[in-house]
């Protein structure tokens, strides 16, 4: 079976050439964090508590674009290696969770790795084209911010 509209939909399918993308992406992440002491997600989900001082799980996958249940079972290997401790919220079924020291300073060993593989991948995009398809990447993580509240 061959219909026209499969050669288009395989050439411009949105969600299929930003899955490639990815794909090419997270190699290039996860080569430059091969000596580092945390993998790339867990960097992401260090950062942004850090960002955030303190955080609920909810909010976490808010903001990182994921689901409770990974965000879940990635808390628990950051809290095994004391990367992360949790704390009760003013609302007890709340938890918040928070860097450690370890915490900290496996970011700041992790930012070199970060830097590489952010400068690798925007150079195999190009700084000009990144810089025009950025702002329609990040529209699209905040819809899915916002779906996801």
Known sequence: MNYPILDEIQ????ASN???AYKAVQRIYE???RDAPVTPVQF???VTIARHEAINAG???AFLGSDLSTISRNIKVLEKRELVRCCAGEDRRRRQYYLTESGDSAVQASIPCWRKAHDE????????LWEELRPGIERLAIHAEADAV
């Open 11 to 14: 050439t411009i399918c949105v």
């Open 31 to 33: 080569e430059a964090y």
């Open 18 to 20: 930003l899955r490639k």
């Open 59 to 61: 909010n976490l996958a």
């Open 44 to 46: 992401s989900v260090l």
């Open 121 to 128: 991948s925007v150079a195999k995009i190009g700084i000009d």
